[in-house]
């Protein structure tokens, strides 16, 4: 089967490479997935540099995270029908077949198109657990960075679906009306306003209390003293693989928090009931079309060095996608 590898740590673009590899046989609670699509998402380029969370092991890393298929075998213990359309995660997901554990399968209805199925956990179940977490309620204002991003548009059309105001951060005027329209009330362009001034004046002086952190660096020390007295920044991702210079007054005298946030981690702690909540109302927004996933392109695994090129562009205005059968 053709597999997408790399064998050291490096630019996606320079290092990912098709390989041969053995069908894999699934182990004791695990299933062999047949996959017909996968995502390219930032954990993805990241890992590919050895800088995520989770570590490639070498002299040979599989690559990619997830992706949606069938299930094509089943090992001891598991007794899923062969043939279930789902989406899943698993390490080594840009390739013909990969083998993942049976609980991580998300079955998906016949009405959900594959270009969907294949978003379904990253981006969807972040943005709607993270919106969750933020404790934010209807009326209030959750602040967001990088907003003009997939996962951003997510959580723009969730907080609207819930009666949450949202402000988002971008860098490119173009993206102003688009996301307007998509559902956000308060759009910062921060290459020519200064974030905290107008947020101030969006919220009457007294801040936001959660922000969504995409980018790390600089610019998130930027928009930190737009949260309110006690407020929390959550911090998602390191885009600008950057680490952020804090200001310790803020956290001192306002009593301002940061906490990270993996999905990962999320999934295995998260409250019963927000989990259930997350993974029936996202499944069920998807499929209705209630919230729209864009995809820009879609290439074939052949074109892995192509697409992990534009996956890593600015401007995009939707996913890409791998797509493999």
Known sequence: MQAVTFDTP???AEILQINELPLPVPQPGEVRMKVGMASINPSDLMFA?????????????????????????????VNIPLGTRASFTAIGAWAEYVNTTAKSLIPVPDAMPDEIATQ????????YAMVLESGVQSGEYLMLSAAGSAFGKMVIQVCKMKGIKTIGTVRRPDLV???????????????????????????????????????????????LPCLAQNGKMMIYGALSLEDIPLNAGLLIFKGISLKGFWLTDWVKNANPEHRKEVFEQVVKLLTDGTIQLPVEAIYSLSDIKKAVIHADAEGRSGKILLRVA
């Open 177 to 223: 009306d688009d996301l307007k329209a998509l559902g956000a009330d308060e759009i910062i362009n921060t290459a020519e306003e200064n974030p905290v001034k107008r947020v101030k004046e969006i919220t009457g002086g007294k801040g936001v209390s959660c922000i969504l952190e995409a980018v790390s660096g600089p610019s998130a020390a930027q928009i």
């Open 10 to 12: 490096g630019k996606p």
């Open 120 to 127: 379904l956990f990253v981006n969807p179940f972040t943005a």
């Open 49 to 77: 540099q050895n800088m995520y969370g989770i570590r490639p092991v070498f002299p040979s890393s599989r690559a990619g995270f997830e992706g949606m298929g069938v299930v094509d075998a089943c090992g001891e213990g």
